[in-house]
């Protein structure tokens, strides 16, 4: 069955980074899309980012652009999101989520998510 597990969140600064990995196991990795997407306290879900199979970023929310980024790692069935200049705006909990083949927002499976927690 599809795992996606992860980890790296923690307690950050403003101003600091830190680095969300995400373990993907029980289907191809390579031919799906994937995504972030967080829940802050008292909010919705919101999506973050997304890549598609090949690689290529297809999504920054705009509150993002310029400071986090997505990848994956094919020979790893990793997919990672660098997080850079945090805000205390981007504490939540963030979630890996397998996408169709085509699009990283039709997702069917989710991990339970790691928790971010920006501030001083």
């Known amino acids: 069955q599809v795992q996606l597990v992860e980890s790296g969140g923690g307690l950050a600064q403003p101003g600091g980074a830190l680095r969300l990995a995400c373990t993907a196991s029980?289907?191809?990795?390579?031919?799906?899309?994937m995504g972030w997407a967080r829940q802050a306290p008292g909010k919705g879900l919101e999506w973050v980012a997304g890549?598609?199979?090949?690689?290529?970023?297809?999504f920054y929310v705009d509150s993002v652009k310029g400071r986090f980024t997505i990848s994956r790692d094919t020979a790893k069935n990793t997919l990672s999101l660098e997080m850079n200049s945090l805000k205390p705006e981007d504490t939540a909990l963030y979630h890996c989520a397998k996408g169709s083949k085509w699009y990283y927002a039709e997702s069917d499976s989710w991990g339970q998510g790691t928790q971010v927690t920006v501030s001083p």
């Open positions: 029980g289907f191809t990795f390579r031919s799906y899309a």
């Open positions: 890549i598609s199979s090949d690689g290529s970023p297809s």
